[in-house]
């Protein structure tokens, strides 16, 4: 299947996310940051933090598992992870509920070493309980071509 513009704008369901210090903790080990923003609440409530938050790359755990929340059905063979971004209004909290939303921002093609790609831009936008945004992971999903022996019928 190859892409149209008139999947931009077209939105998963949206899905919910706890945020439990202990998974904040273990996120950081498994980056080998032994940051005590992430882990030590004495230290964190003595910074301008007032308690401990998570790690900047943190929302990447928040899509995981989230089955059905993706607008559309991909190929996985073709997906390559390209450039991914946080933009932040708050930072992430142990005890957060999360509402998140994985929604399609954009769609462009580039050419590369082995043809024609797209590039999918997909925004999981996370809001608090009051709906307030909190966090947007913009994800770059390069989409490859079909190689030509597959997309001949």
Same mark, same amino acid.
Do not use: W
């Given at each position: ?25 273990? @996120?950081?080990?498994?980056? =080998? ?24 790359? @943190? ?10 929340? @993706? ?40 050419? =590369? ?37 597959? =997309?001949?019928?």
């Amino acid at each position: 299947m190859e892409l149209d513009k008139s999947v931009i704008g077209l939105a998963g369901e949206v899905f919910f996310f706890n945020v439990e210090q202990s998974r904040i903790r273990q @996120f950081a080990e498994a980056l =080998g940051d032994h940051n005590p923003l992430y882990a030590d609440e004495k230290y964190a409530s003595e910074t301008i933090y007032k308690g401990i938050i998570a790690p900047p790359t @943190f929302p990447v755990v928040i899509g995981s598992g989230s089955e059905g929340s @993706f607008p559309i059905k991909l190929d996985e063979k073709r997906m390559l992870h390209g450039e991914q971004e946080f933009i932040y209004y708050r930072p992430i909290r142990p005890g957060d509920r999360l509402f998140c939303q994985m929604k399609i921002r954009d769609l462009y093609e580039r050419e =590369g070493k082995n043809g024609k790609m797209q590039c999918l831009i997909v925004d999981t936008e996370v809001k608090d309980e009051e709906s307030k945004m909190v966090v947007i992971s913009r994800l770059n999903i390069i989409y490859r071509s079909l190689p030509a022996e597959e =997309g001949v019928s």
